[in-house]
């Protein structure tokens, strides 16, 4: 009779937790991300307006010369404004501590060795986040307008952009690529704590990549082949570096 396998190794300090537990776990960390993210949006409002001419110098690029201006027609739009770029500031500026309060949440499913990660972790994450909202700022934005505004435009139609709904636009294309880039880090994070492995991203990679056309088609403002196609493009891309970053982390099977 071959004797009993070994029981697999767990680790260390792992606690066992009902699914009820995890959900206090969770909720708790949201909170303390969400009161991080207020505090860094109220101290970035004294530099609003500064923030906000950064924004959406693409767009007023875009715009013909004479043109290059935004319009409110509602009296507190420009209220909303500095709140909605204050708070895309706030984001950005939080991004170590609540990239930190995932790491605290999934930290128990990793043995001691590897908690020793989070400086990297916290590094590497913010640096994406930001990586990916200044590519959308710097190249995204500039050829969406651009198409928008040439595409469009005509003797009987001018632009005259509405600050609120533009600046939406801007919000929801640096937020999405800040997000998209930080996709091979979460494919890593899950491979090393066994809860998928590199083979299940690969096997899976055609309805990733059709998942991803679709969020792109949501995302873009235009809805033209060109800019869904820049959407989407780094969306499969790193898609396929967090299969190469998972297969290099991930334990190895039994």
Do not use: C
Not at 70 to 87: E, H, M, Q, T, W
């Amino acid at each position: 009779k071959p004797p009993p396998e070994a029981p697999k190794p767990k680790p260390e300090d792992d606690l066992q937790l009902s699914f009820m537990d995890h959900l206090y776990e969770l909720r708790d960390r949201l909170k303390k991300a969400v009161v991080m993210v207020l505090f860094t949006t109220i101290a970035s409002y004294a530099l609003a307006d500064e923030i906000y001419t950064w924004l959406v110098q693409p767009v007023l690029d875009a715009l013909p010369a004479a043109q290059r201006r935004l319009y409110f027609i509602d009296p507190v739009g420009p209220i909303f404004v500095n709140l909605k770029v204050s708070a895309l500031a706030g984001v950005f500026l939080a991004a170590p501590y609540w990239l930190y309060q995932v790491w605290a949440f999934v930290a128990p499913g990793l043995y001691r060795r590897e908690r020793r990660l989070v400086a990297p972790f916290l590094v590497l994450g913010t640096l994406l986040f930001a990586l990916g909202g200044w590519l959308a700022h710097q190249f995204m934005l500039p050829f969406a307008f651009q198409f928008i505004v040439e595409e469009f435009s005509g003797p009987d139609r001018q632009p005259m952009l509405d600050v609120g709904a533009t600046l939406d636009i801007v919000l929801v294309m640096e937020l999405a690529f800040g997000l998209v880039f930080e996709l091979p880090l979460v494919l890593a994070l899950l491979a090393r704590m066994g809860v998928v492995r590199s083979s299940w991203f690969a096997k899976h990679r055609r309805i990733a990549m059709v998942i991803n056309v679709i969020v792109a088609a949501v995302i873009t403002p235009t809805g033209d082949p060109f800019n869904l196609m820049l959407m989407a493009l780094p969306m499969i891309l790193f898609y396929e570096v967090g299969i190469i970053a998972a297969r290099l982390v991930e334990p190895p099977e039994d």
